[in-house]
């Protein structure tokens, strides 16, 4: 089956509640704009920059094609321009995103995601990348990001800023992931499949994945959500307050929800209904 173009797609169209108001509360932290210039000033640009160009693999047309034509899919379904990837050599499965001032958005994918998963589930990974570009997450995301690669490094007085700023900072990251899993979801068209990179997040293994069951790994997140009670709910909050990301099974719990929301069916239906209505893809 086909899958439905989203051109002409607005964040505000699939943005999370959490993540709106997690990036307002953001938008009212003092001395947030100093911080922006001084982290991601052309030094930084060009320390990034050069450290992917030396040290990974830049995937385009002649350069690990497949990968390039799920980018390339998952960009014109959201109606995004492309930006950059890269492949990094790395045992930890992980995919981050960077968006430097003067320089081309670029995603960063590890080796060791790529071999976890299969070709709709690294396309899903690519979309939840892809989201945080089409909500202009790039700023607060690439200080969140800068602080993690870069943790040590950093000056004492921008320690002690970036130390201050950092439970803020994780708790908006955390809330613009449901956002970016719900741009994984419209370009997959598959809750499934979301639901399966989260299974594999959480506990996959190349070996084992003839095995994984990904109803089961939905009934776990939706257990994990009935239990409530005071105890329990305080263990949660000190978990997650210690990631950058939800937990895998709230996230899967999340997608699952608006999957079956109407206004995720809407948004769909719409676009399916009114092709006439789309606004021309641009291509790098």
């Known amino acids: 089956m086909s899958k439905v173009p989203l051109l002409g797609l607005q964040a505000a169209q699939f943005r999370h509640p959490l993540d709106l108001e997690a990036t307002q509360a953001l938008q009212q932290l003092p001395g947030l704009d100093w911080l ?58 992980n995919a981050y995103t960077l968006a430097m001032r003067g320089q081309r958005p670029f995603i960063v994918v590890h080796t060791s995601l790529l071999e976890l998963l299969d070709p709709p589930e690294i396309q899903a990974v690519f979309a939840h990348e892809l989201g945080h570009l089409k909500c202009e997450h790039g700023v607060y995301l690439t200080i969140a990001n800068l602080l993690v690669l870069a943790a040590g490094q950093l000056s004492p007085w921008g320690g002690l800023i970036a130390q201050s700023l950092q439970m803020q900072l994780m708790a908006w990251v955390r809330c613009a992931e449901f956002t970016c899993d719900r741009a994984g979801l419209l370009v997959t068209q598959n809750a499934k499949v979301m639901a399966s990179v989260l299974m594999k997040l959480a506990g996959g293994s190349p070996t084992f994945a003839a095995q994984l069951n990904v109803d089961a790994f939905i009934d ?62 641009l291509d790098w």
């Open 220 to 281: 776990q997140a939706r257990a994990y959500d009935h239990i409530d009670h005071d105890l329990a709910n305080l263990l949660k909050a000190v978990r997650t307050a210690e990631l950058t990301h939800p937990l895998p099974v709230l996230r899967a719990r999340e997608i699952d929800r608006w999957a079956d929301s109407p206004t995720y069916q809407s948004l769909l239906q719409t676009y399916a209904a009114h092709p006439e209505k789309r606004l021309a893809w």
């Open 36 to 93: 922006v210039r001084s982290l991601l000033g052309s030094t930084a640009e060009q320390i990034f920059y050069l450290e992917n160009i030396g040290s990974s693999v830049l995937v385009s047309q002649q350069q690990l094609p497949e990968l390039y034509q799920l980018l390339q899919e998952a960009c014109h379904i959201l109606d995004l321009d492309q930006p950059q990837l890269y492949v990094r050599q790395h045992p930890t499965p």
